[in-house]
Nanobody, 125 residues
């Protein structure tokens, strides 16, 4: 049974930092790209950052490039997203996704993507 669980969200002031974690069990994360997506109220879901199975390749949305850092520890089946210099516009529900597709300029889910339940990030001004 596949289980994807996020943690680490919360309320933070603008300029602050948070680290999201995602543990994926029951899926071969060590052979599949993973990523973080977010959805704000009234907006479409967007790919924030994705990473290849070995961490060698990464994608960042333009709005977070230079502020967010994605990483993974395959030994622990865990994906991370370090978020710094947070802005109110980063406020959204953040979802971890196992088995995604990405290139240097996009990151999208697949029909086979496994999703976590989401963790809320709220940035106050």
């Amino acid at each position: 049974q596949v289980q994807v669980v996020e943690s680490g969200g919360g309320l933070v002031q603008a300029g602050g930092s948070l680290r999201l974690s995602c543990t994926a069990s029951g899926v071969r994360s060590d052979r599949n790209p993973m990523g973080w997506f977010r959805q704000a109220p009234g907006k479409e879901r967007e790919g924030v950052s994705c990473i290849s199975w070995n961490g060698a390749s990464k994608y960042y949305a333009g709005s977070v490039n230079g502020r967010f850092t994605i990483s993974r520890d395959n030994a622990k089946n865990t994906l991370y997203l370090q978020m710094s210099s947070l802005k109110p516009e980063d406020t959204a529900m953040y979802y971890c996704a196992a088995e995604v597709a990405f290139s240097g300029s996009w990151c999208i889910p697949l029909k086979s993507t496994y999703w976590g339940q989401g963790t809320q990030v709220t940035v106050s001004s």
